[in-house]
């Protein structure tokens, strides 16, 4: 009997690499020096490791560390594209360009969570790391992406073209595909609407497969409406279809680890 190795889910970590460390060393996946320690498990991260947190760059190191570690020991660490790493991707390639109205992507940055230590940080392999972090998966019967959002449809009708389509895209200096791009990113709670949230996640899952949908962007706390230090488990809903794995972490939540099998 074969036996299958775990498969993890983080969401939202917002720099917030103390709660990250203990929520992995806590589930086993990495040891007492910070290493991998998972063994064959896999491990995905829907995106978001930066802004609004002390810590960005440093999550963001310990991920890529990961991912090489588990490698290695023939398990698996990957990740999403989520809007805050196109925010200061954005900010970093065209600064005070304008984006319309008055403002610029290092505002827009800023306004959202920017912090001024991370972009400081960033170097060439972070730069390279994230602009290839792609925007969807399938993995395991489950259809991984960080926004419950509609625009993922705009740019394919499979996951292989919306990541070839983002991927290209986020190659290119064409600020106003970026600023469309980033306008799409923001929204949130599509498949939560009370007309027709459902039907659009089980069409969401006719179109890019997998047998549920799991996001994060949008912090549980707010859809269950309750205090962020409450949220310690994933939120399904949609009649089952949709899982969120975002536990507010920069809200003061203590986040949680979500297994997918």
């Not at 007492?32 to 320690?37: H, P, T």
């Not at 290839?132 to 993922?152: E, I």
């Not at 970026?178 to 939560?192: H, K, N």
């Not at 799991?214 to 549980?220: D, E, K, Q, W």
């Amino acid at each position: 009997m074969q036996i299958i190795a775990p498969t993890y889910v983080i969401g939202d970590i917002h720099g917030q690499l103390k709660k990250l460390i203990y929520l992995l060393q806590q589930a086993h996946l990495i040891d007492a020096d910070l290493s991998w320690s998972g063994g064959q498990a896999a491990l995905w991260f829907v995106g978001d490791f930066v802004d609004r947190g002390p810590d960005g760059i440093a999550v963001v190191d310990l991920v890529i560390r990961l991912q090489k570690e588990a490698e290695e020991a023939g398990g698996q660490v990957s990740s999403l594209l989520g809007n805050h790493e196109m925010l200061i991707l954005a900010a970093y390639r065209f600064g005070r360009r304008s984006t319309g109205l008055g403002s610029n992507f290092i505002s827009r940055w800023k306004r959202n969570g920017g912090i001024h230590k991370d972009i400081a940080s960033l170097t060439q392999q972070h730069l390279e790391w994230l602009a290839a972090l792609p925007p969807m998966a399938v993995f395991q019967d489950t259809l991984l992406m960080h926004a419950d959002a509609s625009f993922y449809v705009k740019y394919g009708r499979s996951v292989e073209e919306v990541n070839e389509a983002i991927g290209k895209l986020l190659k290119r200096s064409d600020a106003l595909s970026w600023e469309d791009l980033l306008d799409e990113f923001s929204r949130r709670g599509v498949f939560i609407s009370s007309i027709g949230g459902t039907d659009y996640a089980r069409r969401y899952l006719d179109i890019f497969g997998g047998k549920q949908l799991l996001h994060g962007h949008t912090p549980i706390n707010l859809m269950r409406n309750c205090q962020p230090k409450k949220v310690t488990e994933a939120f399904v809903y949609a009649d089952g279809l949709c899982i969120n794995v975002d536990g507010g972490m920069f809200l003061g939540g203590p986040g949680f680890v979500y297994q997918i099998s």
